[in-house]
């Protein structure tokens, strides 16, 4: 700080004490002057203003205390909540990887079910095949046989 910045601070506070100093004066000077009943009255009127501002900062402890209850309180929910936040949180988690480990068993089951069907078609196609040949080989062999019994009932009859 400056000399003039100090001087000016002592300053400052040396006319804050001679104001403080002439209103106590003349506050004297006018309270002098009142009789005996103004006096009480005038002290009867601060004791009732005083008494007013008492009752208002016992209300106020009071409405305080209750809002820092409340805060207490709401710091309570607050933090319930974040518990109550996590624990779904780690079970969405769980429910996720659930979910993954799901859709890749969904997937893998669905190229087998893919392949069976695919092989299903395949073995479709072999069995009808199979069955075309089977036929073949039955009319085949009914007509053996039917040609068999016509040699047989033929040679039978020549002989």
Do not use: H, P
Not at 4 to 32: D, P, V, W, Y
Not at 34 to 42: H, M, T
Not at 77 to 85: A, C, F
């Amino acid at each position: 700080m400056t000399t003039g910045t100090i001087i000016n601070l002592l300053t400052i506070q040396i006319m804050a004490k001679i104001t403080k100093k002439s209103q106590i004066k003349a506050r004297e000077t006018k309270l002098n002057k009142k009789s005996k009943e103004e006096l009480i009255a005038i002290v009867l009127k601060k004791d009732n203003t005083e008494r007013n501002l008492n009752n208002q900062i016992k209300s106020l402890k009071g409405e305080v205390n209750e809002l820092s209850t409340k805060a207490n309180n709401l710091a309570d929910i607050v933090e319930s909540s974040r518990k109550t936040l996590d624990i779904y949180k780690k079970g969405n988690d769980k429910l996720n990887n659930e979910f993954i480990s799901i859709s890749e068993k969904y997937k893998d089951a669905k190229e087998s079910c893919e392949l069976l069907s695919n092989s299903n078609a395949y073995f479709t196609n072999m069995l009808d095949k199979c069955r075309k040949d089977n036929r073949r080989i039955c009319y085949g062999s009914v007509i053996l046989i039917i040609i068999a019994f016509v040699i047989g009932f033929t040679v039978g009859v020549l002989w």
